[in-house]
């Protein structure tokens, strides 16, 4: 996954898409998505900004977790 966060970052900071530079996190998580959700997916992708004004990432990864019945602990979950 580090690779693909560094080689992701160099991509956009080379290519000036953002007004500041570009850093991902320093944590991650995946989730796998069927093929018949990838339309659902790219909407949420699209429409991010948006949907965390109403919902923090933080409470929505929680939210995840706990529906996945995935073990966690916050302290790990955080910069």
Known sequence: ???IKQASS????????TATP????AGYAMFSVSQSNVSAV???????????KKQSFQDELREWLIRYEEDFDEQYLWD
């Open 42 to 52: 790219r909407k949420y992708i699209r429409t991010q900004t948006e949907h965390h």
């Open 22 to 25: 570009f850093a991902w996190q």
């Open 1 to 3: 996954m580090g690779t």
């Open 10 to 17: 160099s991509w956009v900071n080379e290519r000036n898409k």
